[in-house]
Antibody, heavy 118, light 107 residues
Framework: EVHLLESGGALVQPGGSLRLSCVGS????????MSWVRQAPGKGLEWVSH????????TYADSVRGRFTISRDTSKNTLFLQMDSLSTEDTAVYYC???????????WGRGTTVTVSS | EIVLTQSPATLSLSPGERATLSCRAS??????LAWYQQKPGQAPRLLIC???DRATGIPARFSGSGSGSDFTLTISSLEPEDFAVYYC?????????FGGGTRVEIK
């Protein structure tokens, strides 16, 4: 059974930084592309970033490009999201997602909450 | 960016009734469209990919259709556990985008 466990969410001030982590189990981590998807309070889903199984290729939503960095450590089955220059608009639950073939979101973690507020 | 517009925003139905949800893309996405279900306090669940392929373990009452710009998710007979919010998502080009969601509520 696939299991994804996010951590690292917190309350942070505008302009601050945060690093999210996601540990995957129940599958061969390096075989699957991964994404981060977020959901602001009471709002819909927003895809944030994607990384290939090898970690070589990354893609970002315009809203986070240049501020967020996705990466993965295959040896530790862990996905990361480094978030810099945070603004109140980044407040959301951040989900770690294992992709099904070609960018469908197959398996989701429970999410970790990021609150950006002064 | 491809914009996905879902309608209606809210669908009020009774258990046993048929639900028909729409997702319209601002340009063709071929059949590269998925549907997700999200219940309160839970992560979304993949229902349908490539417009009409049910994901593993998804009941047959859920079906998807469409191609190009117009897509439909049909729930043939609503069960109590089907009342939730449903999102569509395309994978045609970057960035991936989701629709705004349709809430299926108990009438």
């Amino acid at each position: 059974e696939v299991h994804l466990l996010e951590s690292g969410g917190a309350l942070v001030q505008p302009g601050g930084s945060l690093r999210l982590s996601c540990v995957g189990s129940g599958f061969t981590f390096s075989d699957y592309a991964m994404s981060w998807v977020r959901q602001a309070p009471g709002k819909g889903l927003e895809w944030v970033s994607h990384v290939t199984g090898t970690g070589v290729t990354t893609t970002y939503a315009d809203s986070v490009r240049g501020r967020f960095t996705i990466s993965r450590d295959t040896s530790k089955n862990t996905l990361f999201l480094q978030m810099d220059s945070l603004s109140t608009e980044d407040t959301a639950v951040y989900y770690c997602v294992k992709e099904k073939r070609f960018h469908y979101m197959e398996d989701w973690g429970r999410g970790t909450t990021v609150t950006v507020s002064s | 960016e491809i914009v996905l517009t879902q309608s209606p925003a809210t669908l009020s139905l009774s258990p046993g009734e048929r639900a028909t949800l729409s997702c319209r893309a601002s340009q063709s996405v071929s059949n590269y469209l998925a549907w997700y279900q999200q219940k309160p306090g839970q992560a979304p669940r993949l229902l349908i990919c490539d417009a009409s392929d049910r994901a593993t373990g998804i009941p047959a009452r859920f079906s998807g259709s469409g191609s190009g710009s117009d897509f439909t998710l049909t729930i043939s007979s609503l069960e109590p556990e089907d009342f939730a919010v449903y999102y569509c998502q395309h994978r045609s080009t970057w960035p991936l985008t989701f629709g705004g969601g349709t809430r299926v509520e108990i009438k």
